[in-house]
């Protein structure tokens, strides 16, 4: 059974950080890529970032590409997304997500979803 427990996210205005973390129950944790994903009101889930098994290779939207980092420790299970420069328009629900085997980015390939964690950026 996978479990994943975001946390990290809240309030913080224009141009600052956060970090979140996800720590995952998951057995062959550094086995699979790991994603992070959001979901703004009335507006559907979509990819943030993802890291291959072994963390050397990542992948970004362009939305947040130059400002948001993903990176993981497999001694930990946990993925973290470091986010700086936040915008209003980064406001969402920040879920975590299991990928595919390895090196496997393809999105349909994320299932496993985390409750996800609140990140509100004010203007």
């Known amino acids: 059974q996978v479990q994943l427990v975001e946390s990290g996210g809240g309030l913080v205005q224009a141009g600052g950080s956060l970090r979140l973390s996800c720590a995952a129950s998951?057995?062959?944790?550094?086995?699979?890529?790991m994603g992070w994903f959001r979901q703004a009101p009335g507006k559907e889930r979509e990819f943030v970032a993802a890291?291959?098994?072994?963390?050397?290779?990542?992948d970004y939207s362009d939305s947040v590409k130059g400002r948001f980092t993903i990176s993981r420790d497999n001694a930990k299970k946990t993925v973290y997304l470091q986010m700086n420069s936040l915008k209003p328009e980064d406001t969402a629900v920040y879920y975590c997500?299991?990928?595919?085997?390895?090196?496997?980015?393809?999105?349909?390939?994320?299932?496993?979803w985390g409750q996800g964690t609140q990140v509100t950026v004010s203007s």
């Open positions: 997500a299991r990928g595919g085997l390895l090196s496997n980015m393809a999105l349909d390939a994320f299932g496993s």
């Open positions: 998951i057995r062959t944790f550094n086995s699979f890529v």
């Open positions: 890291i291959t098994w072994s963390g050397s290779n990542t």
